[in-house]
């Protein structure tokens, strides 16, 4: 969120002109109409309420209100051993580069973790995921491409039994366009984990590209229907001035967002700090 700072300090005084000026810099931070007009008018009931005056004292005001609508992030909950991540996503969002990285932020945390490559329908999925699975040292556990998902899954499984591992990351295809596909695909996974590894803590991550703004906002609400969804990964927010879309995106689906990815490598994925992602969009510059 750009020029926050520049245009307070351009005002004297608490007026409707620098509500104006603060919601177009949220608009154009990717934040969305409707996101906007309601922080903002949360912002003007909080000026009278508390009866600031100063213009500094409003990016205060603003920074509390932005973080109450972006929420708490949470870590994963994986309570029991193993533990079950599954990832869903649109191609293109950043799925098979979020599980490496995720898996490389689990492996750095002590956890032993296996991958399970249930994307079978594009040959590419699995050889890209293998290398960045080789990246961040887990194993991945594959077929040939056209495999029965669910077949990947339950050989995954026995083989975190089987080395006694931590955490399986469970890649999925992601095929929004036949929705039916989807459902059925993700409910077969469910059983064969379910009948397998019963008890077991289980997360359903959610990726999007968090700089395509209103298309991210329509894969929420759609892969919403489809899953039970327990977190979201924002990918490519890394030196981009949309990260208002994070709040767009809360707002449309009320999902908690667990990872942001803010960079190619592969320890550039982080556990999403609520205080410290305002802080930053407050203080980023414009980009040119």
């Not at 309420?49 to 994986?78: F, M, N, Q, S």
């Not at 994307?119 to 040292?137: K, M, Y």
């Not at 689906?253 to 410290?276: N, S």
Request: aromatic share 4%; proline share 2%; net charge negative.
């Amino acid at each position: 969120m750009n020029r926050v700072d520049d245009v307070i300090k351009a005002f004297r005084r608490v007026d409707e002109d620098l509500l104006e000026e603060l919601e177009e810099i949220m608009i154009c931070a990717d934040m969305g109409m409707e996101t906007s007009e309601e922080i903002i008018e949360e912002l003007r009931n909080k000026i009278k309420e508390d009866k600031i005056t100063e213009p500094g004292a409003v990016k205060d005001a603003l920074c509390a209100i932005l973080r109450d609508h972006v929420g708490e992030g949470g870590d994963l909950v994986l309570d029991t051993t193993p533990s079950v991540v599954l990832v869903i996503g649109v191609n293109g969002v950043g799925k098979t580069t979020s599980i490496g990285k995720i898996a490389h932020n689990l492996k750095s945390r002590g956890k032993k973790v296996i991958v399970a490559a249930a994307d079978t329908f594009r040959a590419a999925a699995i050889e890209q995921l293998a290398i960045w699975c080789d990246r961040a040292g887990v194993d991945l556990i594959k077929q040939n491409e056209g495999s029965d998902p669910a077949s990947v899954v339950y050989d995954a499984i026995a083989a975190t039994k089987k080395r006694g591992a931590d955490v399986l990351v469970v890649d999925t295809a992601g095929r929004l366009h036949n929705k039916k596909n989807l459902m059925d695909e993700l409910a077969k996974i469910d059983r064969v984990i379910g009948r397998e590894l019963p008890g077991a803590s289980r997360e359903t991550l959610l990726v999007l590209d968090a700089t395509t703004g209103q298309n991210a906002i329509e894969q929420a609400k759609e892969f919403k229907k489809a899953a039970d969804i327990t977190g979201l990964v924002l990918t490519k927010l890394d030196g981009t001035a949309k990260g208002g879309a994070v709040f767009a995106i809360k707002n449309t689906v009320d999902i908690p967002v667990k990872f942001i990815g803010v960079g190619e490598q592969i320890d550039d994925m982080e556990p999403f700090d609520a205080d410290m992602f305002v802080r930053a969009l407050l203080e980023m510059e414009e980009e040119q």
